[in-house]
């Protein structure tokens, strides 16, 4: 009997390891040490811990918050709901803010979902492109006639969240390694700010209403100009630009500029 081809054997490992499809068994010879399942269990186990170990890695906070084992049987559940379709684990726990808002029991505490999607957007900040940002001198030499056309490009690690529960202070006591406060709600989600700093430190801010709506303008590509208009709900209209400048100068001066085109 002709043996399976090294291809065949590998496709049916890779099912054995990644949904517990038989077929392999066969293959497998058992020794001392265990059987064919037995065996293989180890393979497939030691392939679960290494995605557990990754979802912990990219949710520390929401792994204190829980405790090591319902962050793990949460973590299962997660790999049976959605197995690992990437070729880097890095991106492996994307889907886990969606679930945790999605699957009981987890649905029924909305401050897990909330701190998993704040965690992983400071992972999507670290590893964002690396951009020069802009200085006050290049926003200087453009000519006050063309301020109104300016289009100012954001950072590539900038990310705005609004956010109900206090999980940025979770995030800052667990990087600290200080318990985690009590989970306590707004009335009102408070819009945030996440960016990465030239040492390379994941930062964030809360922001007034105000500088989250530029800020939001300035995602959409809106222009200096624009930017004036949508500010005329917070200031007088003479006083816009002036407005505008100063939450330009802050934005400025933590990096989240990168470059300045003006439309045509």
């Given at each position: ?52 170990e ?35 684990v ?59 056309r ?37 009335k ?24 989250a ?52």
């Amino acid at each position: 009997m002709k043996p399976p081809a090294l291809a065949d054997l590998q496709q049916q490992f890779q099912h054995y390891i990644l949904s517990n499809t038989p077929g392999i068994d066969t293959a497998v010879i058992a020794n001392a040490r265990g059987d064919a399942h037995a065996r293989l269990a180890v393979y497939a186990d030691a392939y679960q811990l290494r995605l557990l170990e990754a979802l912990g890695n990219d949710y520390e906070a929401l792994r204190q918050i829980l405790g090591a084992r319902r962050f793990e049987r949460l973590g299962r559940a997660y790999i049976e709901a959605h197995p690992s379709d990437t070729a880097s684990v890095r991106w492996f726990g994307r889907h886990l803010p969606q679930f945790l808002r999605d699957t009981a029991p987890y649905a029924a505490r909305p401050v897990l979902a909330e701190l998993a999607r704040f965690e992983w957007n400071k992972g999507e900040v670290f590893d964002a492109p690396d951009a020069e940002p802009l200085n006050l001198e290049a926003v200087a030499a453009v000519p006050p006639q063309d301020w109104p056309r300016m289009h100012l490009l954001p950072h590539p690690g900038l990310r705005r969240l609004d956010l109900r529960w206090n999980v940025p202070a979770m995030c800052q006591a667990c990087e600290a390694q200080n318990p985690l406060p009590r989970a306590r709600p707004r009335k009102q989600p408070r819009p945030w700010l996440l960016w990465r700093d030239e040492a390379l430190d994941i930062r964030w801010r809360p922001l007034a209403a105000d500088d989250a709506a530029a800020l939001d303008g300035l995602g959409q590509g809106h222009s200096f100009g624009e930017l004036c208009e949508l500010l005329c709900e917070w200031v007088k209209p003479d006083h816009a630009a002036l407005h505008a400048a100063g939450l330009l100068k802050r934005w400025i001066v933590d990096g989240l500029i990168v470059r300045i085109e003006l439309a045509d």
